[in-house]
């Protein structure tokens, strides 16, 4: 156990500097670093020379991206255009971010995983159909289209929730979090449908069976346990993805979140904060990937003894 | 030698057809995997749904004056914004285009990012898994640890961060901007094919056909091609296929989100993300209804296409 969880993080850091460069070489390596860091206008002169200077944009490349880590690690992201600095930001807006990802991985593991296994155990009956039609239309809507319309539908036409959530409260934030999940809760349903089903033909719940236990044993114990590995895992990827995501659904509800700065950036062409809240997003995801591996390592001893 | 048949992976537990003895009671087994997975789509509703919808989005996109005659870049302000009538079936947006037209006009955007970028991650993730498993060593292990780097940023900020960084030329022809679209998404969404086929490849490669064919002397482009990429490649195509609906969806939120495809480019995500602000929302949802539909249709019967296949090629999951 302990060698795969050391295997595990050694095995993460190239990837973290692979990542980090990429991003690094993205922006300062091909074409103009400064190119979109002013709003619509072209950069002042006086912008430039401090951009150069405070990027070490003379030294040669690598030696760039050494001293851009070295800030990065200190938890410097720079400062936007009109002078916002981007770390203190994030840190700011995380608390309402980290809601509406709860909210929404919630609404996944509830909704998701019930819906699976009720559609798996009623196999060919009208619940199975019921889930996975339903399932299959809501992956095909796109986050963007769910949230447009669920708030027409809810928030403008219904008046159930609020149509924006600028404030960021529990409530207000249910709407976009359930959006948010939208497409995973479907998927996890579809997964654990599938998952069930194999898992319900194996070897060792026919042998379960044939011990004489009862159906809560065999389904509720042998079947269940093995099957919510691969549900738990994805929970646990998408809450890394889900702050990604959060986009999006920032963006339709208004709300003051980590996506919701990503998308002032773009808006406002400040490509210090696109530039620095990505990275925040993607380092984010890589450790969240990262602390799902190792859990897998518990649930699943089959994993570490590899 | 050539008979592209067989396993695929080895839970597909049919034989290569070469194998099997001829006779009567046994020309059930002789069916080989694609044969035997084309009679199964055949017998599937939803793929015949699927055909039927891909089909009329094709030609959509292919010739959408067969649709609609109206000119979508044609915007007429005493009209702007009504609701569905006669005249406007879809009704008008605030520029007074005529929605009807501009959805029919759509197709074309998503459809082409969609289709390419799957070819596209087809294309480069399965070279290079063949090569990874194939070869295996000092090559994998590089191939694999770039492969890694690629994935472990998420496909909708990689978008953001390459589409703010180096926005398509709006003065390009929309082929060309859509080639930029599918070369990004092609970049970050190729390791998980590669990974997939690495897999697929390394189970087959063992196997005794393989073996005896290197022993009559066929060269590794022989190997691959004839031998290890025609009993390999069932799990990509499938997994190409759901992804196409994945890619289109990213295109249209990278649109929504102001990026990616803009203006006067026509496309779904763009027409959706016009319509979403919350005034129009409230005056016109007509806007944001009828592109949504299309968009959610489009991606619908390309994932039902390849849940067919699926079911088809993989028995384990019917």
């Known amino acids: 156990m302990g060698s795969y969880v050391l295997r595990r993080l050694l095995q993460m850091i190239p990837v973290i500097i692979g990542a980090t460069f990429l991003i690094f070489a993205m922006v300062f390596g091909i074409g103009d670093p400064a190119a979109g860091r002013c709003g619509e206008r072209a950069c002042p002169e006086a912008f430039l020379v401090q951009f150069r200077q405070e990027y070490n944009l003379d030294e040669p490349l690598i030696v760039q991206y050494g001293l851009y880590m070295a800030k990065l690690l200190t938890g410097d992201f720079g400062e936007s255009f009109s002078g916002l600095s981007v770390a203190e930001e994030l840190i700011n807006r995380w608390p309402t971010t980290i809601r509406l990802a709860v909210i929404a991985v919630c609404f996944e593991a509830l909704v998701g995983i019930a819906a699976g296994i009720l559609a798996a155990l009623r196999k060919g009956r009208f619940l199975d159909y019921l889930v996975t039609l339903s399932s299959l239309l809501v992956i095909s809507i796109p986050v963007f289209v769910v949230g447009s319309l669920s708030q027409l539908v809810f928030g403008i036409r219904l008046g159930i929730f609020p149509v924006t959530a600028t404030e960021g409260g529990w409530f207000d934030l249910l709407l976009p979090g359930l959006v948010l999940g939208s497409f995973s809760v479907a998927y996890i349903a579809r997964l654990m449908r599938s998952t069930m089903i194999e898992n319900l033909r194996s070897d060792y719940v026919r042998t379960a069976r044939a011990k004489g236990l009862g159906p809560g044993r065999t389904v509720g114990v042998h079947t269940l346990r093995n099957s919510m590995i691969p549900a738990i895992t994805y929970i646990g990827y998408d809450l890394g993805a889900l702050m990604g995501g959060a986009v999006v659904t920032e963006r339709i509800f208004n709300i003051n979140g980590i996506g919701g700065f990503l998308f002032y950036g773009i808006n406002t062409k400040d490509g210090t904060i696109v530039v620095g809240t990505v990275t925040c997003l993607v380092l984010v995801y890589l450790l969240a990937n990262l602390l799902v591996d190792v859990l897998y390592g518990v649930l699943d001893p089959r994993i570490s003894h590899d | ?318």
Do not use: C
Not at chain 2, 19 to 25: N, P, T
Not at chain 2, 117 to 137: H, K, P
Not at chain 2, 192 to 220: C, F, H, I, T
């Open chain 2, 1 to 318: 030698m050539t008979d592209p048949s067989g396993v695929a992976v080895s839970e597909f537990s049919t034989p290569p057809a070469g194998e099997v003895r001829e006779g009567g009671q046994d020309r059930q087994e002789a069916r080989s995997l694609w044969s035997d997975a084309w009679r199964e789509l055949r017998r599937n509703p939803l793929f015949w749904i699927s055909v039927v919808l891909i089909v009329v989005l094709l030609t959509m996109a292919v010739a959408p004056q067969l649709f609609t005659s109206t000119d979508p870049r044609y915007g007429d302000l005493a009209v702007a914004r009504q609701p569905p009538s006669a005249e406007h079936v879809f009704g008008t947006t605030s520029q007074g285009y005529d929605v009807y037209a501009r959805v029919i006009h759509g197709a074309r955007a998503s459809i082409l990012v969609g289709v390419l970028t799957s070819i596209g991650t087809v294309v480069v993730g399965g070279l290079i898994g063949l090569i990874s498993g194939f070869y295996g060593g000092w090559l994998d292990a590089l191939l694999s640890r770039v492969g890694e780097i690629f994935f472990a940023i998420p496909l909708l900020l990689a978008g953001i961060l390459t589409f703010y960084l180096f926005p398509p030329d709006l003065e390009d022809p929309l082929i060309l901007q859509v080639l930029t679209v599918v070369g990004v998404l092609v970049l970050f969404g190729w390791p998980s094919l590669a990974r997939l086929m690495r897999g697929a490849v390394l189970q087959v490669k063992p196997n005794d056909y393989v073996n005896a064919a290197r022993a009559l002397g066929a060269s590794a482009p022989r190997l691959i091609f004839q031998h290890i990429l025609p009993n390999a490649v069932a799990p990509m195509i499938v997994v190409a296929t759901l992804n196409l609906g994945t890619y289109i969806a990213v295109e249209a939120t990278l649109a929504f989100l102001g990026i990616g495809l803009r203006s006067p480019a026509i496309s779904w995500g763009i027409d959706i993300s016009l319509a979403s602000s919350i005034g129009l929302v409230r005056a016109a949802p007509h806007m944001l209804i009828f592109p949504s539909i299309f968009l959610t249709v489009t991606i619908l019967a390309f994932i039902m296409l390849g849940d067919a296949i699926r079911d088809a090629i993989d028995p384990k999951l019917k």
